[in-house]
């Protein structure tokens, strides 16, 4: 009786070689693991971001837009910049400019609602800023009358004045608000107070020179080039702290050692 015996197909050595890893696993190359390699289940997809959330700094601003109230991401958006070109000049305003804009441009064109619109919130535009400016006029006089008892308890006390002093508290009456000429607390009073100290010794230096120059001009002696040069640097040095109390609102005097 004859034995028969079944031969392999003619790929079955290819593939059993195809199915053995190099750490003796019969595993196929499309799931082998190791250097580059991640298992299937974690690799991306074809045609698929590997960041799909996007980059950090999206993710970021959009996570913090979802955060916000409703009425901080109204704000927030009104002020967004828009491009416009008025005649040859290109200009930036926020969302809420061009509304008022678009708005007041349809009231002109005859439209009955922007119209109504329009007039409705200029009125209470002007209705609010009345309510600030008496809001202010009443600190205002408030702030006066009650100044001279704030500043006599701080006397019996050995304590220094209350600041600001009320000579540097102004009403303007053209903007209708409170304006501050001098300092509002005790350290920028001894700001003022170096600054004003300093002036004082740089004028008096500036009277010595331009003194020293005329009388050398009497007595027929040219003033020597070296004595100008100092003279126009005291007067640099003086505009310095003329443009110091400038640019504070400060006016030269100390107010905050006036009594009450």
Not at 58 to 70: A, D, E, H, I
Not at 115 to 139: F, G, P, V
Not at 242 to 260: C, H, Q, S, V, Y
Request: charge should be neutral.
């Amino acid at each position: 009786m004859s034995k028969t015996f079944e031969t392999d197909p003619p790929d079955a050595d290819k593939e059993s070689e195809s199915r053995v890893s190099p750490v003796g696993e019969d595993v196929a190359d499309d799931d082998k693991v190791g250097y580059r390699r991640p298992p299937k289940s974690f690799q991306f997809k074809k045609g698929q971001s590997g960041n799909p959330r996007g980059s950090s700094r999206k993710v970021q601003r959009r996570l913090r837009r979802q955060g916000l109230p409703l009425d901080d991401l109204i704000l927030e958006n009104s002020q967004t910049l828009l491009r416009i070109r008025e005649g040859n000049r290109t200009s930036s305003i926020n969302v809420k400019e061009g509304m008022i804009r678009k708005l007041s441009a349809l009231a002109l064109s005859g439209n009955r609602l922007a119209l109504t619109a329009s007039l409705k919130m200029i009125q209470a535009a002007e209705k609010n800023t009345l309510a600030e400016a008496l809001d202010h006029y009443a600190t205002y006089r408030d702030y006066q009358d009650q100044y001279a008892a704030r500043a006599k308890a701080c006397r019996d006390r050995d304590l220094p004045p209350p600041l600001p002093h009320t000579d540097d508290l102004h009403f303007d009456y053209n903007t209708f608000k409170l304006k501050i000429t001098g300092p509002i607390n005790h350290e920028q009073l001894h700001r003022l107070e170096k600054i004003l100290e300093a002036r004082e010794l740089f004028l008096k230096m500036i009277e010595e020179q331009r003194a020293d120059a005329e009388e050398c001009a009497q007595q027929g002696c040219p003033y020597s080039p070296k004595d100008l040069e100092i003279l126009s640097l005291l007067e640099n040095y003086l505009r310095f702290f003329d443009n110091e109390l400038e640019k504070r609102g400060w006016l030269p005097r100390i107010a905050g050692r006036k009594e009450a």
